[in-house]
């Protein structure tokens, strides 16, 4: 087999996940309305603020990767909501629904045989295609396990 199309068939499967840990779909699924928000002692965050913060951060590290005129939040207030409670059910679904499309983007582009994984980005300072992919898949799934942690605490995990 082709290395190159190995190589980003290996990326895809990283950031859809499941392999070494749950996905996306299955640790949102099923997560009540009244836990959304739920902030407990003994975690700093609240199912909220990990949902929107890895939206924010992996539509970033998308962005900065193919946008030369990208400009990213203010580090570290810009990466996480202003609330720990969603505003109601649409924020919830309308930043589920934003994290699903930035990742398919992410997917494509890693699809697209034009991308050079291993170019540096011209407006960065090293970095490549490649080492965003890795940082995005790397960054969902630290903050996955911290969802499925806080689904724990909360008692609502599978």
Not at 146 to 152: A, G, I, S, Y
């Given at each position: 087999?082709?290395?190159?199309?190995?190589?980003?068939?290996?990326?895809?499967?990283l950031?859809?996940?499941?392999?070494?840990?749950?996905?996306?779909?299955?640790?949102?699924?099923?997560l009540?309305v009244?836990?959304?928000?739920?902030?407990?002692?003994?975690?700093p965050?609240?199912?909220?603020?990990e949902?929107?913060?890895?939206?924010?951060?992996?539509w970033?590290?998308?962005?900065?990767?193919?946008?030369?005129?990208?400009?990213?939040?203010?580090?570290?207030?810009?990466?996480?909501p202003?609330?720990h409670?969603?505003?109601?059910?649409?924020?919830?679904?309308?930043?589920?629904?934003?994290?699903?499309r930035?990742?398919?983007?992410?997917?494509?582009?890693?699809?697209?045989?034009?991308?050079?994984?291993?170019?540096?980005?011209?407006?960065?300072d090293?970095?490549?295609?490649?080492?965003?992919?890795?940082l995005?898949?790397?960054?969902?799934a630290?903050?996955?396990?911290q969802?499925?942690?806080?689904?724990?605490l909360?008692?609502?995990w599978?």
């Amino acid at each position: 087999m082709n290395q190159d199309k190995l190589l980003r068939e290996h990326l895809i499967e990283l950031l859809k996940g499941g392999h070494a840990h749950a996905d996306f779909e299955s640790v949102i699924k099923n997560l009540p309305v009244e836990a959304r928000g739920q902030q407990l002692q003994s975690a700093p965050h609240s199912a909220w603020d990990e949902l929107e913060h890895m939206r924010i951060a992996q539509w970033d590290i998308l962005e900065f990767s193919r946008n030369p005129k990208h400009v990213s939040p203010e580090f570290p207030s810009g990466y996480w909501p202003a609330s720990h409670i969603p505003p109601d059910e649409e924020a919830w679904d309308k930043s589920v629904a934003g994290f699903l499309r930035d990742r398919d983007l992410f997917i494509k582009l890693i699809q697209d045989p034009a991308t050079d994984l291993y170019a540096r980005i011209p407006h960065g300072d090293g970095q490549t295609v490649l080492r965003e992919a890795m940082l995005a898949a790397d960054h969902n799934a630290y903050h996955l396990g911290q969802l499925v942690l806080l689904r724990r605490l909360i008692g609502v995990w599978q």
